[in-house]
T-cell receptor
């Protein structure tokens, strides 16, 4: 079935270092959404990208949608302990079902 | 503006029993989706309701069923519980179907023993 893969599965970074997670699909996506889930918490919507090559920024977070609309990335500059959690990409594949990626779990070393 | 609320927060059931989980959608949202999240996994789509009608279903057996009420709140019912049904059940609401960010509730942690 249709799925989105994320890499890496886990990432441990020193506080202050940058972090990037990548989301890839074999099919063209109509949109890509990003969610953050803190340990023991629930997914929280961060952003949606819909246009080819789109780049959006939220403070230290930069989101990109690939030119072919088959991949996306989330980059965090100068990580802080509050950035700890699992980051999921997700897409509708053009229907009502929101399919989540496999997630990247970020831990911060103080 | 209130967010999505789910009840109960935790539940322990015995294999073979039935369970009903409840969700109140965010004000102004007419679409509710339910997800199952096993430990260490991403959320898996169960089904979606739009204006009281099922609007899409994931790969879950018929013993997973749901309802949406006129006020857009929703229930998830699971019959004949199995051990593998142990998971976090998440409800999410959105202003419409597809193309919107979803607001998730805090979830119900179901343990089947």
């Amino acid at each position: 079935g249709q799925q989105v893969m994320q890499i890496p599965q886990y990432q441990h970074v020193q506080e202050g270092e940058d972090f990037t997670t990548y989301c890839n699909s074999s099919t063209t996506l109509s949109n890509i959404q990003w969610y953050k889930q803190r340990p023991g918490g629930h997914p929280v919507f961060l952003i949606q990208l819909v246009k080819s090559g789109e780049v959006k920024k939220q403070k230290r977070l930069t989101f990109q949608f690939g030119e072919a609309k088959k991949n996306s990335s989330l980059h965090i500059t100068a990580t802080q302990t509050t950035d700890v959690g699992t980051y999921f990409c997700a897409t509708n594949f053009g229907n009502e079902k929101l399919t989540f990626g496999t997630g990247t779990r970020l831990t911060i070393i103080p | 503006e209130t967010g999505v609320t789910q009840s109960p927060t935790h539940l322990i059931k015995t294999r073979g029993q039935q369970v009903t989980l409840r969700c109140s959608s965010q004000s102004g949202h007419n679409t509710v989706s339910w997800y199952q999240q096993a430990l260490g996994q991403g959320p898996q789509f169960i089904f979606q309701y739009y204006r009281e009608e099922e609007n899409g279903r994931g790969n879950f057996p018929p013993r997973f069923s749901g309802l949406q009420f006129p006020n857009y709140s929703s229930e998830l019912n699971v019959n004949a519980l199995e051990l593998d049904d142990s998971a976090l059940y998440l409800c999410a609401s959105s202003p419409g179907t597809g193309g919107y960010g979803y607001t998730f509730g805090s979830g119900t942690r179901l343990t089947v023993v």
